[in-house]
């Protein structure tokens, strides 16, 4: 079964950078399209990024698009989240996600989900 373990979360101060990793650990390796949402205290969740199980295609949420790259290593079926130029609004729990469906993942009903990993960036 998919079971998907985040990591590279943390504090950071404003125009900052973090590097999210999110891997497979479960049986299957390749086909899954992926991405990552993350949802602040008393906020809904929101998306931040997509990619295709092959790569390069990708769909990066406005609020972050020039400041975050969505990549993914389409051998291990892991996903990372480049953030540059960090602001405090960034700050929230970080999801990533997967399915065999690209459209899935960039329309918000991934079938997985991970743990979430804290993003916090001060002022």
């Known amino acids: 079964q998919v079971q998907l373990v985040e990591s590279g979360g943390g504090l950071v101060q404003a125009g900052g950078s973090l590097r999210l990793s999110c891997a497979d650990s479960g049986r299957t390796s390749s086909g899954y399209a992926m991405g990552w949402f993350r949802q602040a205290p008393g906020k809904e969740r929101e998306f931040v990024a997509a990619i295709r199980w092959n790569g390069g295609v990708t769909r990066t949420a406005d609020s972050v698009k020039g400041r975050f790259t969505i990549s993914k290593d389409g051998a291990k079926n892991s996903v990372y989240l480049q953030m540059n130029s960090l602001k405090p609004e960034d700050t929230a729990l970080y999801y990533c996600?997967?399915?065999?469906?690209?459209?899935?993942?960039?329309?918000?009903?991934?079938?997985?989900w991970g743990q979430g990993t804290q993003v916090t960036v001060s002022s």
């Open positions: 996600a997967a399915d065999w469906s690209y459209d899935n993942v960039w329309n918000g009903i991934p079938r997985y």
